[in-house]
């Protein structure tokens, strides 16, 4: 067995990136959870609902899974479920059959405005003694940074 180059990098337990993984999925666990036990609602369907709720005209479900960062297809069991239960409505995009829109229905809409209320409360308690202000901003960096390598891996690949 060969030893590790001691000049190369080793992973620690506190590495940035790991941490930020760490919290992630403890947060999204956390608010999927808190989700399910208040609204009978899984939080990829209400992030689902989220991003078509933020849009005026009614989203394609490609927008959608762009909007998300998901498969096409885990946007469309996500709808189906949706539609199933009354929450959102999906019709052909004018002058092209093979796109699917996504809208809210009235329910939908009622149910989301509630549980973005609800959640938002819970978000505050796992965000205690954070300044969310300065978070987000940092957040919304990490987020412009990472699509800007996002595209240029994209543009070195052809």
């Given at each position: 067995m060969t030893s590790p180059d001691?000049?190369?990098v080793q992973p620690h337990i506190d590495d940035l990136c790991f941490r930020l993984h760490q919290a992630a999925?403890?947060?999204?666990?956390?608010?999927?959870?808190?989700?399910?036990?208040?609204?009978?609602?899984?939080?990829?369907q209400?992030?689902?609902?989220?991003?078509?709720?933020?849009?005026?005209?009614?989203?394609s479900q490609r927008e959608i899974a762009r909007e998300l960062g998901v498969s096409r297809a885990a946007v469309?069991?996500?709808?189906?479920?949706?539609?199933?239960?009354g929450l959102v409505t999906v019709?052909?995009?004018?002058?092209?059959?093979?796109?699917?829109?996504v809208a809210l229905t009235e329910r939908g809409a009622r149910r989301l405005a509630e549980a973005w209320q609800g959640l938002v409360a819970y978000q505050n308690t796992l965000l205690s003694g954070?300044?969310?202000?300065?978070l987000g901003?940092?957040?919304?960096?990490?987020?412009?940074?990472?699509?800007?390598?996002?595209?240029?891996?994209a543009a070195t690949r052809g």
């Open positions: 001691e000049t190369a999925t403890l947060v999204d666990r956390l608010v999927d959870t808190w989700l399910r036990e208040h609204w009978a609602l899984p939080a990829g209400f992030w689902t609902l989220v991003a078509v709720g933020l849009r005026e005209e009614s989203p469309t069991a996500r709808v189906r479920a949706l539609s199933r239960a019709h052909h995009a004018p002058g092209d059959r093979r796109t699917q829109r954070i300044d969310q202000h300065a901003t940092r957040i919304d960096l990490l987020v412009d940074n990472a699509e800007s390598a996002e595209r240029a891996r």
